[in-house]
């Protein structure tokens, strides 16, 4: 069996990623951080978010 991939809420992903919501659509348009869609409420995968926050440090470096 697989463990499930949490499903993020954007507002909580960008809170914990320490973002603005103008970034944060920036990088879902820059194709930067993928999302979720379900019905009209918009979801961060936990994972994706890791990654996205991974990315940021390597970045950096």
Known sequence: ???ID???P???AMNLAGMRS???YE???RGRLA?????RRTFVRASELQR?????S????
């Not at 999302?35 to 019905?39: E, F, I, K, L, Q």
């Not at 996205?52 to 940021?56: A, P, R």
């Open 1 to 3: 069996m697989h463990a």
């Open 6 to 8: 949490r499903l993020i």
């Open 10 to 12: 954007i507002t909580e």
């Open 22 to 24: 103008t970034k944060a």
């Open 27 to 29: 990088e879902v348009k």
């Open 35 to 39: 999302v979720v869609r379900n019905g």
């Open 52 to 56: 996205y926050i991974d990315s940021l």
């Open 58 to 61: 390597a970045d950096a470096a």
